[in-house]
T-cell receptor, first 112, second 115 residues
Framework: KNEVEQSPQNLTAQEGEFITINCSYSVGISALHWLQQHPGGGIVSLFMLSSGKKKHGRLIATINIQEKHSSLHITASHPRDSAVYICAVRGVSNFGNEKLTFGTGTRLTIIP | DTGVSQNPRHKITKRGQNVTFRCDPISEHNRLYWYRQTLGQGPEFLTYFQNEAQLEKSRLLSDRFSAERPKGSFSTLEIQRTEQGDSAMYLC?????????????FGQGTRLTVV
């Protein structure tokens, strides 16, 4: 079993729909990241969370530390939101190493 | 500062050849990470530098792999005697100098194809 599980693996939705992507993890963490990866490989950090909820534009991220679960929501989805969304957790560090452990990603496709 | 920069963006090499990739982190970041991502998977940790010191290496990093960060600024990742299984995206990330500045910034990656 992977330490970080995401669902769904693939998601196709119509423009304007409300999107939810889920992430569950099995290890103790100091923070959780939501990342966006477009074709070509570059990764952009969307959120870093250690508790509660954060909002940026149409994106909302929540985390429940007790349940070891986080969700990423996209409101009023748009074709430009099409990308792979990756959940990654930051564990307790050795030597200041705050390496990330990644989920396998959710491929989101928004159809006009 | 234009963010984390990786070169080359793409590399095609014949099996058995050596390749070297470069990462230039954000200038004030003292922490630098290398990750490897194969098709359809999330990235996996390879190695970590704090300044010029390589403090952790994954068991994924075989003897054919070596990474350096000689002056605590840019880093290189070398793969010797490449194998087809080395084909992947190699990602570099850097993060800041204080424990509060640990949001990771990623480069565009170097996509390696071994033929």
């Amino acid at each position: 079993k992977n330490e970080v599980e995401q669902s769904p693996q693939n998601l196709t939705a119509q423009e304007g729909e409300f999107i939810t992507i889920n992430c569950s993890y099995s290890v103790g963490i100091s923070a959780l990241h939501w990342l966006q990866q477009h074709p070509g490989g570059g990764i952009v950090s969307l959120f870093m969370l250690s508790s509660g909820k954060k909002k940026h534009g149409r994106l909302i991220a929540t985390i429940n530390i007790q349940e070891k679960h986080s969700s990423l929501h996209i409101t009023a989805s748009h074709p430009r939101d099409s990308a792979v969304y990756i959940c990654a957790v930051r564990g307790v560090s050795n030597f200041g190493n705050e390496k990330l452990t990644f989920g396998t990603g959710t491929r989101l496709t928004i159809i006009p | 500062d234009t963010g984390v920069s990786q070169n080359p963006r793409h590399k095609i090499t014949k099996r058995g050849q050596n390749v070297t990739f470069r990462c230039d982190p954000i200038s004030e970041h003292n922490r630098l990470y290398w990750y490897r991502q194969t098709l359809g998977q999330g990235p996996e940790f390879l190695t970590y530098f704090q300044n010029e010191a390589q403090l952790e290496k994954s068991r994924l990093l075989s003897d054919r792999f070596s990474a350096e960060r000689p002056k605590g600024s840019f880093s290189t990742l070398e793969i010797q005697r490449t194998e087809q299984g080395d084909s992947a995206m190699y990602l570099c990330a850097s993060s800041g100098i204080t424990t509060d500045s640990t949001e990771a910034f990623f480069g565009q990656g170097t996509r390696l194809t071994v033929v």
